[in-house]
């Protein structure tokens, strides 16, 4: 029964606004921020930082929907989104970005799979 509901959809992580998290955290399902986390995100699903969420660290995703603020590094492997309302400080690596008008984003992006760096000899 659990795997028809993570397969609908319907299973999901969420911290609450009004909830701080301070450290690393793994999921291995799609994952809602209302909250705060101070620490490394590592989740394989989708990533939506809510209106109220702020985020300052590493996240690491399939997928990614900013509406709140997102300070650090954030890669997804497949789509991220910046909503009118969200804000994002730092570097960015995506297979493919939308920016919404109103949104806010100071850093760096690249798109695409990364080059490796040259060997030093």
Do not use: W, Y
């Amino acid at each position: 029964m659990a795997n028809d509901k993570q397969q609908s959809g319907m299973m999901f992580n969420a911290l609450t606004a009004g909830s701080k998290i301070v450290g690393n955290i793994t999921a291995d399902s799609d994952f809602r921020i209302d909250g705060m986390i101070e620490g490394d995100l590592n989740c394989t699903g989708k990533v939506v930082i809510g209106e109220a969420g702020r985020i300052k660290g590493t996240v690491t995703c399939a997928n990614a929907e900013i509406l709140g603020l997102m300070e650090g590094k954030i890669t997804c492997n497949q789509q991220l989104s910046l909503r009118a309302n969200g804000k994002i400080v730092g570097d960015v690596h995506t297979k493919t970005l939308i920016v919404e008008p109103g949104a806010l984003f100071n850093g760096t992006c690249s798109m695409g799979a990364e080059k490796s760096a040259p060997l030093k000899g």
